[in-house]
């Protein structure tokens, strides 16, 4: 005889009451999968999409119960999301999950010993060398990113405001860059053109005001400019 819960999930219904049932069990696995930098609410989110997840293939009658069923699918939502959305600067896949790995053992000893276990107690219970432990402990940093501070604290060493130095760009380097391309439209230009070139760009004299400093027509300073620009267009583009 088919199972009614069976049935009515066949059906399409949604178990919400299996769900709100079992609330309590995704968000203790989302505090113990906690981590440095990430919202706490973002992952009891995650885990209650997981128990939903859950529900929704439940069969009851087949295995051991909803919450055997359950939790490894809501393990596997949390981990999914903290190996995908958690990184600001993201490591191996191999070895974002052996520091779940990594993670899990840690807490399991430190329930047994009753102090922290040291590496080869690691190594030993995930079964992954020493360096490979070192290095998965190493990545919860690459979890958040580290605040810059000033730099003029008096109370840091010279080597912690060494390690805050942001590189910046040097606006010396970008003068240099726009005199470079004005030195290549101008080239084979002469010091009849360098002179208007002046007057215009540098001095911001208007048409009327060059044509009178030159004794010539508005419309011939308009033609000149005209064609000495289009040809330092052209050597730009060269």
């Known amino acids: 005889m088919t199972d009614a819960r069976e ?5 399409g219904a949604f178990p919400a009451a299996l769900v709100v049932e079992h609330l309590g069990v995704a ?59 958690s990184w600001t ?5 191999s070895l974002q999950e052996l520091r779940l790995g990594v993670k899990d053992a840690r807490g399991r000893l430190v329930q047994e010993l009753g102090r922290e276990p040291s590496l080869a107690e690691l190594s030993e219970a995930t079964g992954a060398r020493s ?5 998965a402990l190493s990545v ?10 000033s730099l003029d604290d008096s109370s840091d ?12 760009a040097d606006p010396g380097f970008e003068r240099v860059e726009q005199r470079q391309l004005v030195a290549a439209a101008l080239e084979g230009s002469s010091e009849d053109d360098l002179r208007l070139v002046k007057m215009r760009f540098v ?16 419309m011939q300073v308009s033609r000149l400019l005209r064609r000495l620009l289009d040809r330092m267009r052209r050597n730009i583009a060269a």
């Open 7 to 11: 049935g009515t999930a066949e059906a």
């Open 27 to 85: 968000d203790a696995l989302a505090r113990r999968y906690r981590v440095p930098g990430h919202d706490a609410e973002d992952l009891r989110q995650v885990a209650r999409l997981g128990l939903v997840m859950a529900a929704q293939r439940y069969r009851e009658g087949v295995g051991h119960g909803f919450v055997q069923f359950a939790v490894p699918t809501i393990v596997g939502t949390i981990k999914r999301h903290l190996r995908d959305q």
């Open 89 to 93: 600067v993201r490591p191996p896949r």
């Open 131 to 135: 360096e490979q432990v070192a290095e």
């Open 140 to 149: 919860d940093a690459a979890l958040v990113g580290t605040a810059i501070e």
């Open 157 to 168: 060493s010279d080597d912690e405001r060494m390690a805050r130095v942001v590189s910046v």
């Open 203 to 218: 001095d911001e004299m208007s048409q009327s005001e060059i044509a009178a400093e030159l004794g010539v027509s508005q």
